[in-house]
């Protein structure tokens, strides 16, 4: 019973599958346009348009401020001064600037010194302008860690990071932030217009099972 239910049902959809066909493929067509429309809706338009008396912009252009704001305020967040601080104050980075240092070090004893006062070449040799670097580069060690710390204080009351940040992306034309704001969520946006032409053709697929088994 069950298997000749199955049979005159196969027999039916190809006696007509070109209009099921049309069904389907237009119900996938407009699950896909749905999907398009909306993510368009995101950024267009760009500048607020009456419509009906309802001024009407894209979500994205409309709450750019909005959007500036809320990245100002995570700025603080992912980049916090007490953790730059630290990178900058780290002993691995006074290692990697010695050897530059030093240099400067070396070309300050040994020529600029001695070109500004000739005579100390009579009474320092080369002992004694290796123990004057060694001294620097102790000094160093113990005062860069207190310097940086000092200019870091001055920066983080000079420089307002929450404010630049605002500032930046509110200055962005809309044209520009729906580039930076596409790149991000391309292949999401892609994977959601996809996802849309399969449940169109899904619904397709319903409305014509719908249409063989009405009476």
Request: proline fraction near 3%.
């Given at each position: ?53 309802y001024k009407y912009q894209g979500i994205f252009p409309k709450n750019k401020i909005k959007i500036a704001e809320m990245l ?144």
């Amino acid at each position: 019973m069950l298997f000749g239910i199955i049979i005159l049902f196969v027999c039916y959809f190809f006696m007509h599958w070109y209009n099921y066909l049309i069904t389907i493929l237009l119900s996938g067509f407009i699950g896909y346009g749905i999907i398009w429309f909306a993510i368009k809706l995101l950024f267009h338009p760009r500048k607020a348009v009456n419509i009906f008396g309802y001024k009407y912009q894209g979500i994205f252009p409309k709450n750019k401020i909005k959007i500036a704001e809320m990245l100002g305020s995570l700025s603080t967040e992912l980049l916090p001064f007490a953790d730059i601080e630290q990178r900058i104050t780290s002993t691995d980075n006074l290692e990697k600037l010695k050897p530059e240092i030093e240099k400067h070090i070396d070309t300050f004893l040994h020529k600029k010194l001695r070109d500004v006062f000739p005579i100390l070449s009579k009474f320092i040799g080369e002992k004694t302008t290796n123990q004057l670097k060694q001294a620097y580069m102790d000094e160093l060690e113990t005062m860069f860690p207190a310097l940086m710390h000092q200019y870091m204080l001055q920066l983080k009351n000079d420089i307002d990071l929450e404010k630049i940040v605002v500032e930046k992306v509110s200055g962005f034309s809309n044209e520009k932030l729906e580039i930076i704001l596409k790149k991000i969520t391309n292949s999401e946006f892609q994977f959601l217009k996809v996802a849309g032409a399969v449940f169109g053709c899904l619904i397709g697929v319903l409305q014509v099972v719908f249409n063989i088994l009405a009476p």
